[in-house]
């Protein structure tokens, strides 16, 4: 799916990045440990962490997005280190778990 066309599905609002790139899969975690392991290339991460290292872990499993639920924002520098490393970042006010939810019903 592409990022743009989820955004404007979920009213998402764009924090940093491009959503011109689509998304394959999704993961939803804020242990980074385990979502540096279990984020793959060109999912979508789900979170409500908002520190410098999600951006850390984005680039490194070169997620195509991250989502940040519940009106969570990034602290500063972080904002600034994505758009320093081109991650895109978007937000919600919605929850984890509804966020999922609405993305599953796109996909079926």
Known sequence: MNLSE???KLSLTVVAGDTGK???GVY??????????HVEA???WITIMSNINVIAV?????ASAVLLAEDVELVPEAL???RD???????????????CVKIGEFAS
């Open 58 to 62: 984005a680039s490194l499993t070169e």
């Open 80 to 82: 600034e280190a994505a």
């Open 42 to 44: 060109d999912n979508l």
């Open 85 to 99: 490393k081109e991650i895109t970042v978007l937000s919600s006010p919605l929850t984890v778990y509804e966020l």
């Open 6 to 8: 989820l955004c404007e």
């Open 22 to 24: 689509t998304f394959d």
């Open 28 to 37: 939803a975690g804020d242990l980074l440990s385990r979502a540096m392991s």
